[in-house]
């Protein structure tokens, strides 16, 4: 918002910042997981991960890396992002994974060992972050990587939308983790095969919406820096036509389909009615409506208002799965979908009513 504003100092001020705040962060985690692996004895291991102990040894600090370079290269993509080159950081982050994954299918195929297949794909990793550090040097000059503009002051005020956005992270693994252990424990772990089967083939769509949400972040970003609340309307009003049609097509294609697909998908190893698709896919769509909806929100940092109850409505999803599983079986995550995410649809509306779209008076704080 700041460079949309042609605000350099102040944007370099917040992104040393967000920088500062980042290497904290790690630092904490790295304590965190250091006292963890003391609680480890060597034995065990090779049971835990399947390799020898001389090779966990060499692969974990690789690993940690990985990590590392991860966050880093998410703070590389706020400099994208700041810069409206956000399309050319996703190119990049993609070829990233792709390589990775090339590369350890690669040395999987060639029998090599655990730490050498976390040392290529960590190469990999390494080299995507360095031309991104090149490329976002060569666009934004502007904008260098460090701490010497960090404000202590701003830091403060950064803590409490980051810590807020982990509640979406937080929410999302209630919504997965917490229902596949419900489910597990109720009804078995032949009905947690299924479960993932369908829940990854139904979240599909959610997964390309999604790309598309975070495509159009910068442009709210840009459009509420440059102070266009018009334009905002506009571009939201297009924004949720097109995410009404989607997610109706979608729900309507998987209530016809789905369970044929299924099939195919899996080579008839998992049957399942096109009717439990359908519910599923009726989730994932309110699912679609609620996510855009929030999409200015998050892209203006006002994501904050919408997090904590992000995480109730999880809980009412999780706790509808946990009552409805004796009766109704692998409908019961369908129903616990449909209910946390229509807690979370009506919570968005309301609170967007109250606080409106392009209420952007969040730039004056930075």
């Known amino acids: 918002m700041l460079a949309a504003n042609r605000n350099y ?94 590369a350890m299918l690669a040395m999987v195929y060639w029998d090599g060992s655990f730490a050498e297949v976390a040392g290529i794909t960590f190469c990999a990793r390494a080299l995507f972050l360095l031309t991104g550090i090149v490329f976002l040097r060569r666009i934004a000059s502007w904008l260098t990587i460090g701490f010497r503009f960090a404000d202590r002051r701003l830091l403060r005020r950064m803590a409490s939308p980051s810590f807020h956005y982990m509640a979406y992270t937080l929410g999302h693994a209630l919504n997965i983790q917490g229902t596949t252990i419900v489910v597990s424990w109720q009804l078995g772990t032949g009905s947690v095969a299924v479960l993932t089967t369908i829940r990854t083939f139904t979240r599909l769509g959610i997964t390309a919406t999604n790309m ?37 097509s979608y729900f309507a294609a998987l209530a016809s389909l789905g369970g044929s697909v299924v099939q195919i998908w899996t080579n008839s ?36 208002i919408f997090a904590l109850f992000f995480v109730a409505s999880a809980v009412v999803g999780l706790i509808t799965t946990f009552a409805t599983a004796p009766m109704l079986n692998l409908y019961s995550p369908a129903l616990g979908g449909i209910a946390g995410g229509g807690c979370m649809l009506a919570i968005t509306l309301i609170r967007m009513r109250a606080v409106g779209v392009t209420q952007m008076n969040c730039l004056d704080r930075l």
């Open 212 to 248: 598309f949400n975070h495509t159009l972040e910068p442009e709210y970003a840009d459009l509420a820096g440059r102070n266009s609340p018009a334009r905002i309307m506009q571009v939201f009003g297009y924004h949720m036509i097109i995410s009404v049609v989607i997610g109706a």
């Open 269 to 304: 190893q998992i049957l399942v009615s096109t009717q439990l698709c359908a519910a599923f896919a009726f989730g994932v769509s309110i699912e679609i409506l609620w996510t855009a909806l929030q999409t200015p929100y998050v892209a203006t940092n006002r994501h904050r």
């Open 9 to 102: 100092r102040r944007a370099q001020r917040v992104y040393h910042t967000a920088w500062l705040f980042v290497v904290l962060v790690i630092v904490c985690c790295l304590a965190i997981c250091s006292g963890g692996v003391l609680l480890l004895s060597a034995s065990s291991l090779p049971r835990l991960f399947g390799a020898s102990s001389k090779e966990i040894l060499l692969a974990a600090p690789i690993l940690v890396a990985q990590v590392l370079l991860s966050i880093v290269f998410g703070l590389i993509g706020a400099g994208f992002r700041a810069t409206g080159r956000f399309w050319l950081f996703i190119i990049l982050i993609s070829s990233s994974r792709l390589i990775e994954g090339l």
